[in-house]
T-cell receptor, first 113, second 110 residues
Framework: SQTIHQWPATLVQPVGSPLSLECTVEGTSNPNLYWYRQAAGRGLQLLFYSVGIGQISSEVPQNLSASRPQDRQFILSSKKLLLSDSGFYLC????????????FGPGTRLTVL | QKEVEQNSGPLSVPEGAIASLNCTYSDRGSQSFFWYRQYSGKSPELIMFIYSNGDKEDGRFTAQLNKASQYVSLLIRDSQPSDSATYLCAVPWGNTPLVFGKGTRLSVIA
């Protein structure tokens, strides 16, 4: 069965510090991978998605970036965090792009102080 | 503009009643529709999807789709306190894989 991992589970970082969140998927090959952010009082916002190694599509311009160094690894990064980057970061995957069913990891709760 | 609209709630129903959650969307070209359940502090969990007009039933859950009116709904029969959560509607939009509504918070009162 497929499993998706995210770490860390929670993170508290000061403004201006760097960020690296990691997502890995087990039990599947060639998944599409997604990064979402859910801020307080707001819906799920798609940040990036990737259809393969090295292929990244950005949905919203901001101070975040994403990379996919391996088939089942997706990384979200920032060089300098802003207060507005606080939120619940979720990684998701899908294999069958015909129907867009997405399955979410456990998430990382980020607080920027 | 990508719009998936849901009433934020809270929607309160007594235990054993039918909970009805609604979602409207703006893209007439959307072909698939998803319902996710999200417990407080947890990640969303896919519970239903529907592609064709009409009803789709899965246990206590029924998804209803009306493409002409651009709405999709989720009915939960025999609501239980464990159904208390936020329910998210999601729709593909152009090149965006899924656009999510802000969710409806459901509270089932014992």
């Amino acid at each position: 069965s497929q499993t998706i991992h995210q770490w860390p589970a929670t993170l508290v970082q000061p403004v201006g510090s760097p960020l690296s969140l990691e997502c890995t998927v087990e039990g599947t090959s060639n998944p599409n991978l997604y990064w979402y952010r859910q801020a307080a009082g707001r819906g799920l916002q798609l940040l990036f998605y990737s259809v393969g190694i090295g292929q990244i599509s950005s949905e919203v311009p901001q101070n975040l970036s994403a990379s996919r160094p391996q088939d089942r690894q997706f990384i979200l990064s920032s060089k300098k965090l802003l207060l507005s980057d606080s939120g619940f970061y979720l990684c998701a995957w899908t294999v069958d792009t015909r129907n867009n069913e997405q399955f979410f990891g456990p998430g990382t709760r980020l607080t920027v102080l | 503009q990508k719009e998936v609209e849901q009433n934020s709630g809270p929607l309160s129903v007594p235990e054993g009643a039918i909970a009805s959650l609604n979602c409207t969307y703006s893209d007439r070209g959307s072909q698939s529709f998803f319902w996710y359940r999200q417990y407080s502090g947890k990640s969303p969990e896919l519970i239903m999807f529907i592609y064709s007009n009409g009803d789709k039933e899965d246990g206590r859950f029924t998804a209803q789709l009306n493409k002409a009116s651009q709405y999709v709904s989720l009915l939960i029969r025999d609501s239980q306190p464990s159904d208390s959560a936020t329910y998210l509607c999601a729709v593909p939009w152009g090149n965006t894989p899924l656009v999510f509504g802000k969710g409806t918070r459901l509270s089932v009162i014992a």
